[in-house]
């Protein structure tokens, strides 16, 4: 079982820009290495963050056009867990609405999109979203 | 700080490989829909994917590649992927991509693979 003490926390705004997912990305494979993570579970971690990262910048709408987001390793002692918060303050929306794609209805309709939420689900093993008129947050985490 | 995406082709006895060297996002996407078109009006019916060179991918990226594959399907042709690094592959799989694009470890194994 994981401790959720925080043992060190890296915080990073970044504006809704292209390719700033890639900056997010690359800062949490840093942390992810410095807790010495495999590096599959790294790249995955990435992935998860990239997608997160343009769900933002693609649906948000937020007026201040950033995206916070803070990586935190979790342990008692040793790094044991891996939790990152992706923030904007958006207009919101309400996740259980959102339809779990697939991909029989991708390949035979006019929307490809729409995939981010249910690869974030796929690659890290907790996810949690809260989101409203204050913006979004998800926050996912997932064990070295 | 652009993360471009470089396109290459091999045409070889029908298969034409397309290979990829870094980050596919919706330019990326975009970039490898058009030689994939390309390649199609010059008569390939069989495509494959090499992506040995890209360790990143993006969903948005990712929703052109399923309008190749729908492509694909439309003029019963057959588009595959290899070399996917483990975390694209994961990706892929929690898509469902594999159910209508096979999925190959190496190119040879593919080349053999589309050709039936």
């Known amino acids: 079982m994981s ?3 925080v043992l060190r926390e890296v915080t990073l705004a970044l504006p809704m820009a292209p390719e700033m997912e890639i900056e997010a990305s690359k800062t949490a494979g840093a942390v992810a290495a410095s807790m010495r993570m495999s590096p599959d579970r790294i790249d995955e971690v990435r992935q998860a963050v990239i997608e997160a990262f343009i769900n933002a910048l693609e649906h948000s709408r937020a007026e201040d056009r950033e995206v916070f987001l803070t990586f935190e390793i979790l342990g008692e002692k040793d790094p044991e ?5 992706v923030r ?3 207009v919101g929306f309400t996740p259980t609405e959102v339809r779990e794609p697939r991909i029989e209805d991708k390949i035979s309709g006019t929307n490809r999109r729409g995939w981010g939420l249910k690869i974030i689900r796929g690659l890290m093993d907790e996810v949690e979203i809260r989101s409203g008129v204050g913006g979004t947050i998800v926050v996912m985490s997932k064990l070295r | 700080m ?4 470089n ?3 091999d045409r070889r006895d029908g298969v034409a490989v397309i290979y990829t060297e870094g980050y596919i996002n919706n330019q990326g996407g975009e ?3 058009r030689v994939a078109y390309k390649l ?5 019916k069989l495509l494959l994917l090499n992506l040995a060179g890209t360790k990143i991918v993006n969903s948005i990226g990712i929703s052109i590649l399923i309008e190749i594959i729908e492509k694909m399907i439309e003029i019963e042709g057959k588009l595959g992927f290899c070399c996917l690094t483990p975390t694209i592959d994961k990706t892929f799989h ?3 991509l594999a159910q209508y694009a096979p999925i190959f470890e190496n190119e040879g194994l593919a080349v053999a693979g589309l050709r039936g």
């Open chain 2, 31 to 33: 970039e490898i829909a």
């Open chain 1, 88 to 90: 904007d303050h958006g």
């Open chain 1, 3 to 5: 401790s959720d003490a």
């Open chain 1, 81 to 85: 867990k891996l939790r990152i918060t």
């Open chain 2, 94 to 96: 929690i898509m469902g």
């Open chain 2, 2 to 5: 652009t993360e471009s995406l």
């Open chain 2, 40 to 44: 199609l009006d010059e008569g390939y």
């Open chain 2, 7 to 9: 396109v290459t082709v």
